[in-house]
């Protein structure tokens, strides 16, 4: 399956489904997992992502995943300068803030730093981006470990896709 696959959801937005058990998917799903807490303070989000890391690595790989997960999320978070969005837990596919941070995991994997930069200053809107690429290649080399690498295609759809405005890559924002 491409990771191209596209549905219409969430108002018009359109949301990209990798495969359910990729490294894409770990991505997202663990973004939206970890962003979720923070926002909510409900434990609850979480487990499940912890519960997808867990299905997928296994305990003792899941542990440092999450760990470095979890550190990323933080800095996004204190670096952004809006509100990073994110779909519940329950969708299938992911929204463009939950694209840019797969793209950004994906460009730090494949050693596209001008890449990694681009995505970092369009997901926190803020110039203080290197505790968030510091981060990123913190996660990025976890799951590289535990035999979880992201597609060249990720960074390259998503990137190029939002640059032009084109369809093959992101939806633009709304």
Sequence with gaps: MSFHK????????????????????????????????????????WENGWN??????????????????????RAVRSSASRKIEYYPF???????????????????QNHRCPAMQACALALTGSDLVEPVIDAANAFADALQEADQCLSQEAVAALVAGKATG????????R
């Design 52 to 73: 997808e890391y867990n299905r997928i690595l296994g305990p003792s790989r899941a542990k440092r995943a999450v760990t470095e997960l979890a550190c990323w999320v």
């Design 6 to 45: 596209r549905i219409d959801e969430h108002a018009g937005q359109r949301a990209f489904i990798p495969p359910r058990s990729g490294a894409e998917w770990l991505v997202g799903v663990g973004f939206r997992c970890w962003l979720a807490g923070y926002d909510t303070g409900d434990i609850a989000c």
């Design 90 to 108: 329950g969708c299938s596919g992911f929204c463009p803030d939950e694209c840019m941070a797969i793209s950004l995991i994906a460009a730090s």
């Design 166 to 173: 084109r369809e093959g890559g992101i939806a633009d924002r």
